[in-house]
């Protein structure tokens, strides 16, 4: 490799970095739009859950079949970025198979490298039928269109031609194939190259060589655009997740000191003033702008897996509710707030939209059960509930736009101290009923 050939890899390599770096910012920027929630608390068990759930998989395998055939491309992809590490390196200084020097280790590497790429060709040919053949329903809900169908085949594409050239490149690889014996998968590849000279072989291995890291590299930064944005955010995403048992629901600061005041006989309302500052210029969200940095977070992350609708009650029975549109939602009113700022110079212009209506219709979110089995099947701690939760108190708390059953208990509530419509005097009869 000449310098030339140095400086054109230095300038590309540049480039995808640079437009990457450019794509993480823009995502920093956006998910920060959220209120600020904190998740500090309990360092331990946060970094515990990263290392079992984003690392570990450990949530994956519930689904054995789909959580083997992940593992595997999930190995795949982390440890063969060894060899895209040596690539880079090879591309900036001129060399050739610079980590040869650690002979036989290398070799045992490149061996693991090739079984790897194997397994990853298969598991991806299997993600692609149980897709496009078996169609699994859970992929072909009504969210699942255009481009989020799409993108989930377009990656499959884009693993099976990278790992098919790196396969190519070490089979037509004369040096290396004539030093060792690390090309275990590569040798049954590379009798299709035999009539081809020298020259023309290392002709093939370059141009494989530099389709190889470009397309690593158009991979890279292609994952901002995609679903696969989770092979980045899902460590984050899992250190932050909340940690209190499932089921319990924050409550409103302000709200909870109402009603400590109220239910105190010793305490003047009038002489223990709400602090202005304790109460919410919003009660609820209606917008994403109003939902926390950790749920916008959440939106990101989603692998669009479909276990968590496959799992709701209500989407079982055939309501509107999806509790993965609820996140796919979120993320594109999110990306459309962002454009929205990037257009007007960093300030955000009113469109007159917002994620409640021009999104996710209140018959979604009040299909809800709030039973968190969407919470608990999510392979990377999502909380499609905690979005629905905030909704719907805007929905109450904001519009009085209570469902009319529910209204009517919070009236039987108040008026009579129980959710059934009778008399306070008769709450106790049932007793001597027996």
């Not at 590849?189 to 890291?213: D, K």
């Not at 609820?326 to 300030?347: A, F, S």
């Not at 999104?359 to 990377?380: G, K, Q, R």
């Amino acid at each position: 490799m000449n310098y030339i050939d140095n400086i054109l890899f230095a300038i590309i390599l540049s480039i995808g970095i640079g437009y990457f770096t450019w794509n993480v910012k823009k995502l920093i920027r956006n998910i920060k739009l959220g209120k600020d929630v904190n998740r500090s608390d309990n360092s331990s068990d946060r970094w515990k859950n990263m290392a079992m759930i984003a690392l570990g998989q450990s949530k994956m395998i519930k689904r054995p079949t789909a959580g083997i055939l992940h593992i595997i491309v999930y190995v795949g992809f982390i440890i063969i970025n060894i060899e895209v590490l040596e690539i880079i390196i090879d591309g900036l200084l001129g060399t050739h198979r610079i980590f040869s020097i650690l002979g036989n280790l290398y070799y045992f590497l490149i061996a693991s490298f090739e079984i790897l790429a194997v397994l990853v060709l298969v598991a991806v040919i299997i993600f692609w039928i149980r897709r496009n053949i078996t169609k699994l329903k859970r992929f072909w809900n009504s969210e699942m269109k255009g481009w989020s169908k799409n993108d989930a085949n377009i990656i499959l594409y884009f693993e099976v031609v990278l790992m098919t050239l790196f396969l190519v490149m070490n089979a037509t690889d004369v040096h290396f194939q004539s030093e060792n014996s690390g090309n275990i998968i590569s040798q049954f590849i590379a009798p299709l190259f035999s009539n081809f000279s020298e020259s023309t072989l290392h002709i093939i291995e370059r141009t494989t060589w530099w389709i190889h890291i470009t397309g690593i590299l158009i991979f890279l930064n292609y994952l901002y655009f995609s679903k696969h944005l989770h092979i980045l955010l899902a460590f984050p995403n899992t250190y932050f997740a909340d940690l209190n048992p499932k089921g319990a629901l924050d409550n409103l600061e302000s709200v909870t000191n109402e009603v400590k005041l109220m239910m105190d006989p010793s305490a003047d309302p009038y002489a223990a003033p709400l602090d202005p500052d304790a109460i919410p210029a919003k009660f609820g969200a209606s917008d994403v702008q109003d939902l926390n940095w950790v749920q916008l977070l959440n939106a990101y992350t989603c692998t669009e897996c479909g276990r968590c609708t496959s799992s709701c009650p209500a989407n079982q029975t055939g309501k509107k509710l999806s509790p993965r549109k609820i996140m796919m939602d979120t993320r594109d009113r999110l990306e459309e707030v962002g454009k929205n700022i990037d257009l007007n110079k960093g300030v955000f212009i009113d469109d007159h939209k917002s994620l409640l209506n021009d999104y996710i219709t209140p018959e979604e979110l009040w299909a809800c059960t709030s039973c968190n089995a969407c919470v608990e099947e999510c392979p990377v701690n999502i909380s499609p509930l905690s979005i629905i939760i905030e909704m719907r108190r805007y929905l109450v708390m904001e519009k009085s736009a209570a469902p009319m059953s529910l209204n009517a208990m919070m009236s039987n509530i108040e008026n009579n101290g129980a959710p059934w419509q009778y008399n306070q005097q008769d709450r106790l009869n049932w007793k001597d009923e027996n």
